[in-house]
């Protein structure tokens, strides 16, 4: 999703960071998110560091990653 400068949406940018943090409890790992500093034209870069860690289990939402949408009326026209 992008705003209307054509900027990727805070709201898919944030769906996508629970997305990883869900997804990666299936191989008992974490995740955890750096921002960098913005480059010359504005543009943040998100480094995503992945650790295996004992005792993690998978996350109650996991089943439910490919059913989330952040533009629900975009896809319910393609299904149409």
């Given at each position: 999703?992008?705003?209307?400068?054509?900027?990727?949406?805070?709201?898919?940018?944030?769906?996508?960071m629970e997305n990883i943090s869900i997804a990666t409890t299936a191989e008992g790992m974490q995740a955890s998110?750096?921002?960098?500093?913005?480059?010359?034209?504005?543009?943040y870069s998100i480094d995503v560091?992945?650790?295996?860690?004992a005792g993690i289990i998978a996350h109650p939402l996991l089943s439910m990653i490919k059913k989330r949408v952040t533009q629900p009326l975009k896809i319910l026209e393609t299904e149409l």
């Open positions: 999703m992008y705003d209307l400068d054509g900027h990727a949406s805070q709201l898919a940018v944030g769906a996508l998110f750096k921002c960098r500093t913005p480059d010359a034209d504005g543009r560091i992945l650790q295996k860690k």
